[in-house]
């Protein structure tokens, strides 16, 4: 069955870096377009980024522009998030999922990992 497990998350000041990696099982996972998503705290999820399957196109949400970089590593099967700069409101719990262009329900099927940014 499809799974994801999200690692990397953590607390850290404003202004600070973290790299999150989701690692996927379950299905063909280069041939899928994948996502990152975020929630926070009392909020419906956000969506963040999306990677082609090859990688070789991103999309980003405004209000990560600039700051989040999404990259994969197929051999791997697995999904990443370099996040820098970051600020309070990119705290939330971050997870990755499955969909192409157009899609706006990411259902979570891991557990997430929790960014919190704090001073």
């Known amino acids: 069955q499809v799974q994801f497990v999200e690692s990397g998350g953590g607390v850290v000041q404003p202004g600070g870096s973290l790299r999150l990696s989701c690692a996927a099982s379950?299905?063909?996972?280069?041939?899928?377009?994948m996502n990152w998503v975020r929630q926070a705290p009392g909020k419906g999820p956000e969506w963040v980024s999306m990677?082609?399957?090859?990688?070789?196109?991103?999309r980003y949400a405004d209000s990560v522009k600039g700051r989040f970089t999404a990259f994969r590593d197929n051999a791997k099967n697995t999904l990443y998030l370099q996040m820098i700069s970051l600020a309070v409101e990119d705290t939330g719990l971050y997870y990755c999922?499955?969909?192409?262009?157009?899609?706006?329900?990411?259902?979570?099927w891991g557990q997430g990992t929790q960014v919190t940014v704090s001073s």
């Open positions: 999922a499955r969909g192409g262009p157009g899609t706006t329900n990411f259902p979570r």
């Open positions: 379950g299905f063909t996972f280069d041939s899928d377009y």
């Open positions: 990677v082609s399957p090859r990688g070789t196109v991103t």
